[in-house]
């Protein structure tokens, strides 16, 4: 029996307080819904009014609500269209306005950006989660075998959208092959870390402990048990250009 506990089974109204910012979400079953590492993001990215934020695999709009509430004029991206229709529809029950490609990455998207905002799937999620949860829920969240695929590209891509001034912010999370995210961006980009936490895993490291413990002892995640749960660091980081 496969438990699935962060994803919802109907539609749902959430209230978010972040960084003191009122605003609410619609999440539904085929999307991915913000995850306390989400959370972990949004309380800690900066945005000052006025700056250009690219909000890359929006979701439910999430990361790019809060960066327009917070005075940025976003644009956001996501290669879900399901994610896109929803993002669109959380952004009017927000009254702001975001400028919305479906797409990977970038999608048609040519000017630099004066943020990047980053949320891409960057989790090793067992197979049988994968088949309970199906195709779509699968490809909002997995970053296949080492878990950083997506943000791997992502950090080849990003550069062509940055000026001189431009900041990136990235979450590194530890249930992926960490160290080798982090070589990229350390070898690309000034790194500079805005915040660090600790943080429950998802249901599926739990149910299937065996395997993760492998990862960990062969030094390509890193879990650790605190009181009854399984727990991973998670890292943000402000990239720069070198
Ligand atoms: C982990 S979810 C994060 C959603 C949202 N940013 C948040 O913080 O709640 C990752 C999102 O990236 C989207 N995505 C996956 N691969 C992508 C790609 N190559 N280009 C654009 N979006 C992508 C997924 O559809 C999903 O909505």
């Given at each position: 029996m496969v438990r699935i506990?962060?994803?919802?089974?109907k539609p749902e109204l959430r209230k978010y307080e972040i960084q003191n910012i009122k605003f609410e979400l619609e999440i539904n079953e085929h999307i991915f819904p913000p995850s306390p590492h989400g959370s972990f993001f949004a309380e800690n990215m900066k945005i000052n009014a006025g700056e250009s934020v690219i909000d890359i695999g929006t979701g439910s709009g999430f990361l790019g609500i809060l960066a327009a509430k917070l005075g940025g004029k976003v644009s956001a991206t996501d290669n879900d269209k399901d994610a896109l229709c929803l993002a669109e529809k959380n952004a009017a029950r927000n009254n702001i306005h975001i400028d919305f490609q479906q797409g990977e990455?970038?999608?048609?998207f040519k000017k630099k950006f004066d943020i990047i905002v980053v949320n891409l799937p960057q989790e090793i999620v067992h197979k049988d989660y994968q088949e309970a949860i199906g195709e779509q829920l699968t490809n909002s969240f997995d970053g296949g075998s080492d878990g950083n695929k997506q943000v791997l590209k992502f950090l080849d891509l990003a550069k062509k959208y940055m000026h001189n001034k431009s900041r990136i912010y990235i979450i590194v999370y530890t249930v992926t092959n960490y160290a080798q995210t982090l070589k990229k961006i350390i070898e690309n980009y000034n790194a500079r870390l805005v915040a660090f936490d600790t943080g429950p895993t998802k249901e599926f490291v739990e149910d299937n402990i065996k395997w993760y413990k492998e990862l960990n002892e062969i030094g390509k995640i890193k879990i650790l048990k605190i009181g009854k749960k399984w727990m991973a660091h998670e890292y943000l980081f402000e990239l720069t250009l070198k």
């Open positions: 506990l962060h994803f919802v089974q990455y970038f999608a048609n």
